[in-house]
Nanobody, 124 residues
Framework: QVQLVESGGGLVQAGGSLRLACAAS????????MGWYRQAPGKQRELVAF???????TYTDSVKGRFTISRDNSENTVYLGMNSLKVEDTAAYYC??????????????????WGQGTQVTVSS
């Protein structure tokens, strides 16, 4: 089974920085896209940033210019660099990946997987 494992969350003061990582493992043929979502208490989960296998990226407006998404295809890992953090960035951050799963047959089926989440808390 494909698994996504996040790391890098924690507590930081407003204006500070954090870097999240998400590593995918398992029977992976290829990864089409990887992204980060977040969910604050009482709110719906929202897209933060998204990176395609082409390297093209998409950001939600509230993080543009502060967050940077990148990926290491050789390690099946996606990163989220977060600078100038604000209190309103506080949330559980979840990694997401659209994976073509290697089952020994072609074409490989595509599924979406989620990580378990990592907490980011920004204090004022």
């Amino acid at each position: 089974q494909v698994q996504l494992v996040e790391s890098g969350g924690g507590l930081v003061q407003a204006g500070g920085s954090l870097r999240l990582a998400c590593a995918a493992s398992g029977p992976i043929f290829s990864i089409n896209s990887m992204g980060w979502y977040r969910q604050a208490p009482g709110k719906q989960r929202e897209l933060v940033a998204f990176i395609r296998d082409t390297g093209n990226t998409t950001y939600t407006d509230s993080v543009k210019g502060r967050f940077t998404i990148s990926r290491d295809n050789s390690e099946n890992t996606v990163y989220l660099g977060m600078n100038s953090l604000k209190v309103e960035d506080t949330a559980a951050y979840y990694c997401n990946a659209e994976v073509r799963v290697d089952r020994g047959s072609m074409p490989p089926p595509t599924y979406v997987f989620w990580g378990q989440g990592t907490q980011v808390t920004v204090s004022s």
